[in-house]
C-alpha cells in the first residue's frame, strides 16, 4: 500500500528488532546517545539547534490544524527568554472539524498495515532525532529544564522511550500471525481453513500533554496510538506547545511522503480559557485517551470521557524510608540531588522522607535527626550552593503555583533547610530555587498526606522504621505514589519495605547512594508510573499500555 | 512458596509450553479431546459422569460460601428434568463477608509466584477434565443444550478456551524477566542494577456467568482473573449454577492440596430476586469483572462498575449476505444448521440474512428469493424433520422469553418457514422447537436492527447485494454483532464485505458450505467477540484481555 512505508520499515527494522530484544530482557538499552557532546553529535550540531530554536521565536509556526482559527501565544520561558511563538488556535467550535479531519486518513493508515505503520513511525523517531538540539532547546525555555537534562530527558530519553512505545506495539500487533492455516483432523480429511488478521485501530486518540515534560510524557501515548492505526490529536500544554509543535511538524512531513493523510497527526493548541481538551476527551470518536497532569482533569478524564479508554498519569506522594545506611554521605548526597533536579518538579520527586525520631545508624556511627539534617544541609551546599552550578541542576520554576507553595512550607512544619533564590548567570530574568525542608511528626498527616508538587521535602519523624513504611504502605495506597526507596542495611528492613511496595504498587529503589536518582526511570528496564495506585492507571510501558489500542479482526475461509 | 503449585507447574509444563505455541501460529490445537466416545475416554465414562451428575440432583451442594445464608435452588431444565440442587444462598446482606473472605488469600496467592499460580490453574483444568462427562450432564440439563454439544462446547472446547486464557496470562506474565540485570556503560565503571519485576494482582475478580454457556463463557475469564494473583467469586446465572458450582469444587479443592486459601475462588450462588451482582459489581474492593449476557446489564456494569476493569460479551445483530454461490446445497445446508444448533441460541447465531430481491447465481442456475426459502426448507426438513435427529441438534429452548419472541415472529414479518414443536423421545417435558424464518424488505430496519435471541432469522430483501453490505456495516456499527458471513463467487463482493467487517469490527466468515459453522470459534485460532463493536467489548483470547489484570511492580538495588 505504502512502498515509502514499507522502506521506512526496512531501514529501521534492525533498530525495531534490538528495542523488541530489549523489552524482553529490560537490561541496559538505549538507542539515542544521551550526552550531547560534540564527540557524538558533531561541532556543530549544539549551535545549529539552538538557532533552529532561536528562529521559531516571535514567528507563526508552520502548522495548519483544520477547525483553528486564528493564532495563540501562550507560552512564557522560566527562564524569562521571549517565546512568542504563534500557533493556529483551536477553540471549541473547531472540534468537530478537527475531529472529522483527524478520522479521515484512518481507513487507508489502517488499510497499509502494519510494517508501513512502524516504518512511518520510526522514520518520525529518526527525524526527531536529527531535531534533538532544537527540541531540547525548546524543551528547556517552555519547561523550565536545564539544558542538559532537556537535552536527555526531553530528547534522547524521550525518544527512548518513543521507540520503547513502538517496540511493544510491534510485538503486540504481531502476537498474531497475518495468515494462519488452521487443519483440523476429520474422518476422512482434514477440514482446511485460511484465516485472515487484521489489526484495526480504535478510532481518533487524544494526547494531553503536560508543562514539565512535553515530550517524555507525551510521545510514548503518541506513538503507541499512532503505529497501532489510530489518528493523533495532540493537545499540548499551553505552557509548552514549541516542542509538541516541532513533533507534529515532523509526523506530518513523513506521513506526507510515505502518501498518508498529514491531518494523522495533528496539533491543538488552544487559549487555556477555552478548554479544549475538555470538549475533545468526550468526542464519540475519539477512543484513546493519553494524559499526564493534574489528579484533578486526570479523574474528570476518567470519570467522564466513558468512550474512550484513558490512561493517566496523575500525582502522588512519594516517600523515602530512612532506617539506616552504610554511606551516610552517599545517601544525603543522592536524596539532596534528587531533591534539587529540576526544582523538584517531577512527578517522581521524593516528597515525604520518614526516619526514626531516635535517628539512624550509619557507616559514620548513630545520627540524630539534626545530624542528618546537617548531612542534608552540606549535600545541598556542594550541589546548589555555587548559582553558576546550581542552575544547571535545578533549572527554572515552572509556574506561580510552584513558587507559592514553596513561600508557604514555613506554614506546615519547621523548615530546617531554607529555599534560596539564585540568579542565573545567564538568564537575570530567570526564576531558580533551591529546595526546602520542613520537618515534621508521624502525626502531622493532614500535611504530608497531599502531594505539595515542587522543591518542597518533609522529613518525618515516625516512631520506628515499621511506623515508616506502614505509613509509606497506607499513604500510598490512599493517595497513590511514583516512586518509592529505602535506605536500610538490614534485611528485613528491605523485604518489608519491598512487600508494602508490592501492596501500594509502587516502584521501589533500594540504597540509592550514587549515580542514579529515585526520580529517574531508564526507558526499555524501568516502568514509570505502575496502573497500580492512584498516582497512575498505566505504565509506560507494558503490555496492557499498548495491547487495547488497536483490535484484531478476523476472516477466514476454506481452502 | 507451594512446592505443591511448583510440582503441579513442572507436571503440566509441556502442555503450556504447547498452548503457549498454539496461540502463536493460531492454528488448529486442542488439548481435550472433543469426542465422547468410549475410545476416547474409556467404556463407562459416560455412565460414570451421568451417575455423578445424577447424584447431585436434589442434593445440598458441598460447598461453603463466606457471607451465605441459607440454601436457594434456582435451576430448571430445559429437558424437564428435575434439578433441584441447593446451593449456599448468598444475599447483598452477605456481599462484605464474602468479598472480605475473597481477599484474604490474596498476599499470599500473589507471593506464590507465577509457576505455582499457572500450575493450580492447569491441574483445575485437569482435574475438571476428568470430570468432563458429569460437567457435560450439567450442563446439558441447565442450559438445554443436547448432550454431544454440551459435552464439546461446555466440556472440551471450554476447557480448550480456558487453557487459551491460561497460556496468554502466562505469556504476559513472563513477558518481563522475574530479574534483570541492568549494565550502563559509565565514564570509569558501569553503573550495575539489579531489579526485580514482581506481577501483583488487581483486586477481586467477578465472573458473571450466563444461563446458555455456563462454562465456555465464564472460563477464561475466571483463569485468567485466578492465575494472574485474584480471588474470584464466581456469580453463576441462576438458571445455570450446577457446572459452576462443580467448577468452583475443584478449584478449592486443588487450592487447597498446594496450600492456598480455599476462598480464593467461591461461588455466590443467588436467588435471582435479590440482584446480587449488581452490588458485588460496585465493592471497591472488585477490580476486575467478566460478564456475559444481556445489553442491559452489561451496558449497567460498563456505567457503573467505574472502579473496576470490565470485560463484557453482550449481544448484536448477526449478518448474513447472500450474493452468490458455488454450492446452493451446501450453503442452504450450512445457514440451516447454523439456525437450528442449539435453537439458535447462540451468541453467535446468524438472524439477518441479507440477498438480492432479484435473486442469486449459483451452481444451481439463478435461484429467486423463493427458490432460496425452499432450498433452507429443504435443508431443515433433512436437519430437523425427524425428532429424534432434531432434539440432538436444537437442544431445549432454555427460558419462556425465547418462546415468546418465536410466538411473535408473524408479526414482524411474513412467516416463509414456521417453526414446530418437536417431541423429545427421551425427554417428553423437554420444550423443543425448529426455527423460524420470516422474509422482510430492507426497509423493514426497526425490525431487523435488533436481537430477537432465538431461533428466528429474517431473510431480507436488499435491492442489491451492495446495499446488503452497507447496511450490515451500519447495522454491525451502531448495534454490534458477533458474527458476520458472506457467500459471493465474486472477488470484489469479498472484497467489499471484507473492508465492512473492518469496519464494523466483526469477524468474518467466507463460503461456509461444509462443516465449519458461522456460531462456532475454535480455542486458539479464532477470536471471539472483538471488542471493536458494541457487542462486546473484549476477545476470548488475545493480549488485551489478559493484560490489564496484573500490574508489573519492580524493585532496583546497586550491585
Redesign the interface.
Known sequence: MSQVGADFFASHRQLLEEAVAA??????YSAFPESPSPRVYGESAAADGANAFEAWLGTDFPLSTPGAAGVVATEKSPFGKPVGVRYPRVTTDGVPALVEAAAAGM?TW?DAGIEARVGVGLEILKRLHARVFEIANSVQHTSGQAFVMAFQAGGAHALDRALESVAYAYA?MT???AT???????RDAP?R?E????V?P?GVALVVGCNTFPTWNSWPGLFASLVTGNPVIVKPHPGAVLPLAITVQVCQEVLAEAGFDTNLVTLAAEDPVDEVAAVLAVRPEVKLIDFTGSNAFGEWL??NA?QAIVYTEKAGVNAVVIDSTDSFKGMCFNLAFSLSLYTGQMCTAPQNLYLPAGGIETDDGHKSVEDVIAGLEAAFGKLVGDDARAVELLGGVVNDGVLERLTQVGSAGTVVIASREVTHPAFPEAVVRTPAVAVLDIADSSTYENECFGPVAYLIKAGSTAESVETFRRTAIERGAMTASVYSTREDVIASM?SA???A????????????FVNQS?AF???HG???NPASNA?FT???YV??RF????????I
Open positions: 523489552t524482553k530482557t529490560r537490561g541496559y481507513r489502517r503486540e502476537r498474531v500471525p494462519a492455516i488452521w487443519q483440523k483432523p476429520g477440514i481453513m484465516k485472515t488478521f487484521t484495526v480504535r476518567e470519570d466513558r519491598r511496595a508490592l501492596d504498587g509502587v516502584a521501589l529503589s533500594e540504597n540509592l547512594t550514587g549515580q542514579v531508564a528496564s524501568d516502568f505502575t496502573g497500580a505504565t507494558d503490555g496492557a495491547a487495547s483490535r484484531f479482526i478476523q476472516s477466514r475461509r476454506h
